[in-house]
């Protein structure tokens, strides 16, 4: 028989062995494991705080979100126009993992690649969504493409392969995006798989809602959105890994039509004998030609001949608002003595670098040039005809985003012929 003393030890061991055991056999929840770690996931939410999040456009953290039980929460108070938050860092490559749990009825959703400016009033004109939405209790009709899973207003996933638990009840999903190839996961099974900024991915994006959002699913890298659509919603376990990205060559021009390409205003774009001809037309404004896709880090080179009047250039991490405005940066095309090669924004500041005056003479007149511009990061360097025209080191063009574009400059007269525009992603 045990002593007492052996039996209250006894009790001791199994009272200590049974709360380790319901411990270790607790759910925990927004940590990462060391296999996690080692493969490079990191946390968006610790847990406790709203730390590394803040309002859409602006610099710190006042939308109605806050930490409940371990979540963050969205009270319900937001809107179409208000009510998201995003990420202050910006992700391009990932997979992005995290847990949802809606009130009945609810509406939410997850953004990435969202463009932070003051042109853009709310994130979804930039940034695809993965749709949160409680279907059965909604109160209103849905279309197919607002329904749970969804790339809003896009793709579609596979319904037969969605296992959803209710309202009030947690969910799992994640969104992969690695060099444009998408995926769509929901508590484990991938639902929707897709290509982004395909020929077909352009037509569904020009045919659609996103037919009047010219900027929508562009930018390769953005920040992170959450949004609270008038319904509380609850979020946990939102963990990000990061994937690398792949350089790749590119042809901008086919030398037969204008394929890649979208004009902007009324002057004239148009392809003869194998070149791109810009030239002005009867209103005399400004005109742009611009890629229909976005380039951040590259390596360009192009042939331009000027005649005529060469006045025009080449814009860089650019976009095109309403009444044909360009919003970013170009690198000068002028005639001699106006500073071919240099830097001028579009908006605000101006000059930002011009070409020393020793270097004018690098300018062939009715002649081919070939101008090569080289963008990574904060830093821009020209050259022109093999000599390096301006190197500048620019946090605001660092942290723009968007297309490639050729101006023709006001005034009319202007007339400007290009060929072999080749570029490398970086």
């Known amino acids: 028989m045990y002593s007492k003393e052996k039996k209250n030890r006894l009790c001791s061991y199994v009272l200590i062995a049974c709360t380790l055991f319901i411990t270790s056999c607790k759910e925990q929840h927004n940590i990462l494991t060391g296999e996690e770690k080692a493969e490079g996931w990191v946390l968006l939410f610790d847990g406790e705080t709203m730390n590394g999040w803040k309002d859409y456009n602006k610099p710190a953290l006042t939308q109605p ?20 938050i995003v990420t202050e860092k910006e992700y391009e490559n990932f997979e992005l993992s995290w847990d949802w749990k809606l009130s009945k009825g609810g509406n939410s959703g997850m953004l990435y690649h969202v463009v932070e400016n003051p042109v853009f009033k709310v994130p979804y004109v930039t940034g695809p969504e993965y749709q949160l939405i409680d279907e059965p209790n909604f109160p209103e009709a849905l279309e197919e493409w607002q329904k749970l899973g969804v790339d809003y207003a896009m793709y579609l996933p596979d319904k ?22 998408v995926e769509h996961w929901l508590n484990g099974v991938k639902i929707l798989e897709f290509e982004a900024r395909t020929d077909e991915w352009f037509e569904r994006k020009n045919s659609g809602k996103w037919a009047h959002a010219p900027e929508y699913g562009l930018a390769h890298k953005g920040v992170i959105c959450l949004q609270d659509h008038g319904y509380p919603a609850s979020f946990r376990n939102i963990k990000i890994r990061e994937l690398p990205r792949r350089t790749k060559e590119v042809k901008l021009f086919n030398g037969v039509d204008l394929t890649g390409w ?68 170009q690198v000068e095309v002028a005639p001699k003595n106006h500073d071919t090669g240099g830097i001028y924004e579009s908006y605000g500041r101006g000059w930002l670098v011009q070409i020393p005056d020793e270097k004018e003479h690098i300018l062939k007149e009715g002649d081919w040039n070939t101008m090569r511009i080289k963008v990574q990061g904060d830093n821009v360097t020209t050259w022109l005809n093999g000599e390096e025209m301006v190197h500048i080191n620019d946090e605001k063009i660092g942290a723009g985003k968007g297309r490639i574009a050729l101006q023709i400059h006001d005034g009319g007269g202007i007339r400007v012929l290009w060929r072999n525009l080749k570029l490398k992603t970086l």
């Open 160 to 181: 037969s392969l969605m296992k959803v638990n209710p309202a009030g009840k947690w969910n799992k999903s994640k969104i992969v995006f690695d060099n444009g190839h």
């Open 65 to 84: 979100w806050h930490v409940v039980n371990g979540c963050i929460q969205a009270k319900g108070d937001g809107s179409d126009s208000d009510g998201y």
């Open 262 to 329: 979208e004009a902007y205003g009324t002057e004239k774009w148009y392809v003869d004998n194998g070149l791109l001809i810009c030239e002005s037309g009867p209103d005399k404004k400004y005109g742009y030609l611009a890629t229909r896709e976005y380039y951040d880090d590259f390596d360009l080179t192009l042939e331009f001949k000027q005649e005529a009047d060469g006045n025009s250039g080449v814009f860089i991490r650019s976009f095109v608002e309403k009444d044909v405005k360009i919003n970013g940066w």
